[in-house]
Nanobody
Framework: QVQLVESGGGSVQAGDSLRLSCAAS????????MGWFRQAPGKEREFVAA???????YYADSVQGRFTISRDNAERTVSLQMTTLKPEDTAVYYC??????????????????WGQGTQVTVSS
């Protein structure tokens, strides 16, 4: 079992930055691919970024160059630094964990552990 707790959401203005964090407990953290997903009202959950257990990072095209995912295996945390935020980034952001390989890291169905989500609201 892996337990995930997100923090750092909030309400900001367009162009601002925000940092989300996810703390994990349970099984060895370093052996898991960690992902961030988001879900806006009326929309499906979508991939944002992943940091795989192999050490690679992946991003959705919509956040490439604006968001940065990082992880600290010793602290068992994964973070998402979000810059130049846009109103369309408004969503509930979820942290997720999986033993998935790189090629499958963008697919939500491959993640078995999820946090409760944290709200990010970006106003224009």
């Amino acid at each position: 079992q892996v337990q995930l707790v997100e923090s750092g959401g909030g309400s900001v203005q367009a162009g601002d930055s925000l940092r989300l964090s996810c703390a994990a407990s349970g099984r060895p953290f370093s052996t898991y691919t960690m992902g961030w997903f988001r879900q806006a009202p009326g929309k499906e959950r979508e991939f944002v970024a992943a940091f795989t257990w192999t050490g690679n990072t992946y991003y959705a095209d919509s956040v490439q160059g604006r968001f940065t995912i990082s992880r600290d295996n010793a602290e068992r945390t994964v973070s998402l630094q979000m810059t130049t935020l846009k109103p369309e980034d408004t969503a509930v952001y979820y942290c997720a964990a999986s033993r998935v390989y790189d090629s499958k890291s963008a697919e939500a169905n491959n993640y078995g552990y999820w946090g409760q989500g944290t709200q990010v609201t970006v106003s224009s």
